[in-house]
């Protein structure tokens, strides 16, 4: 094994472990992209091979529905729905139930990290005004968003990445993981509405906050380019990547909005991760330490690329390293015709376990905090345990169900 190749691959992945190393300011990205550069510094990939290494495709597709996402910002669409959700006027249960739905509906279409960074500090402010609590609607919004984008191949940044490199078919997966996603989101609500019962109202001050002004044209448009390009997903074999950018080149042809406001929403970070990952992954894949590992693996009784091992160790790598990097690590034991699936839903619904188990909960937990608004690891555990544990078992028994129909 070629030792340099190895410390690098670690120096990677416990950052991404602990998001940081004590006494340097980087983050996630910036330890993906030091990984990198670290590969091509000691020659274990020329740069040609790093950019080859680079999954083009992946990367435009987030690039391109980011812009999507902007665009629904930038109208203040997200601002109009919270507004409406939170005023109507139904029983706290039963908003929370909206809530779970819109959420959900939303985070399944658009990046979910973007709708819960959008519509927690929303959130916050419309239940301080109705004198209702609001720790359950927020763990509800980041719960909900990790099932709901399950349910899709472009709801989250792995998904996209996993529908990419098997070149699974959109309307194909939709099947596999719309059913179980669907459960789950009942499952959120149980467990939340039972955790809460009794304990829907609280008095805070209203923090105010500045709201992005509704603009009907702009969120029209929006919908419009959304609406086609969910066609063209469903009933095309265009390839989706080319897909989003056209659709985020309609976008940015704009009289109002300026392409420096839709393009200062992308999440560069998020690309600067992938990006380097990628390099780095290649890189451990070139000295053959992924496929010793695999051969020592299987020796002991533990095939990675078995379906029922692929879950399981997809839940507990996702909540040690994070979904995305797991599930680069564990793509090229994905050989099983349901391991697109598998990984999947497993990588997304172990998110909801820890507040570092996904960047929709580390969202919603920072945007709360700054309103005033402390959601502790405890506090969030009460509900986030139940809820993986429920939406993983109702996930495993639905994929168990697919491969016996399948005879695979």
Request: hydrophobic letters at 60%; aromatic letters at 8%; a positive charge.
């Amino acid at each position: 094994m070629d030792t340099a190749v190895l410390v690098i691959f670690a120096f990677v992945y416990v950052g991404m472990v602990f998001g940081k190393y004590p006494g340097l300011k980087l983050d996630r990205a910036g330890v993906a992209l030091l990984g990198a550069i670290a590969v091509l510094a000691v020659r274990r990939l020329t740069p040609q091979e790093a950019w080859q290494a680079i999954d083009v495709s992946t990367i435009a597709l987030l690039f391109g529905l980011m812009v999507v996402s902007a665009q629904f910002r930038l109208a203040g669409f997200y601002t109009k729905i919270t507004r409406r959700i939170a005023g109507a006027r139904l029983e706290p249960e039963t908003l929370l139930g909206l809530l779970i739905i819109v959420a959900a509906v939303l985070s399944a279409l658009l990046v979910n990290d973007v709708v819960c960074l959008a519509m927690a500090p929303l959130l916050v402010d419309a239940c301080a005004r109705r004198n209702l609590n609001p720790v359950p609607y927020l763990l509800a919004l980041a719960c909900a968003s990790n099932v709901g984008s399950a349910a899709t191949l472009i709801g989250n940044p792995q998904n996209m990445l996993i529908g990419q490199q098997l070149g699974l078919s959109f309307a194909g997966y939709l099947l596999d993981a719309g059913i179980p996603s669907a459960i789950g989101l009942a499952a959120v609500w149980l467990v939340i509405a039972v955790r809460y019962r009794n304990k829907w109202h609280l008095s805070l001050p209203a923090p105010g906050i500045d709201e992005v002004p509704f603009n009907g044209w702009q969120a029209t448009k929006g919908i419009a380019v959304l609406a086609a390009l969910m066609v063209a997903f469903l009933f095309t074999g265009a390839p989706r990547d080319v897909l989003a950018l056209a659709a985020a080149g309609l976008l940015l042809l704009s009289r109002t909005t300026a392409s420096r406001m839709m393009l200062g929403l992308v999440d560069w970070q998020l690309l600067v991760l992938f990006a380097g990952l990628f390099v780095v992954n290649d890189a451990v894949a070139a000295s053959g330490a992924l496929t010793s590992t695999m051969h020592a693996l299987r020796a002991t009784g533990v095939d990675v690329a078995h379906p029922a091992w692929l879950f399981g160790i997809t839940v507990v790598l996702s909540n040690l390293v994070s979904n995305v990097p797991a599930t680069m690590l564990l793509l090229p034991a994905a050989t099983h015709p349901l391991a697109g699936p598998i990984l999947a839903l497993a990588s997304t619904l172990a998110g909801n376990l820890f507040i570092v188990g996904s960047i929709a909960n580390i969202i919603v937990v920072d945007q709360a905090d700054r309103m005033g608004v402390r959601i502790s690891w405890l506090e969030h555990a009460k509900v986030g345990l139940p809820v993986t544990v429920l939406t993983l078992a109702i996930a495993a028994l639905w994929l168990w169900l697919r491969a016996a129909s399948m005879g695979a």
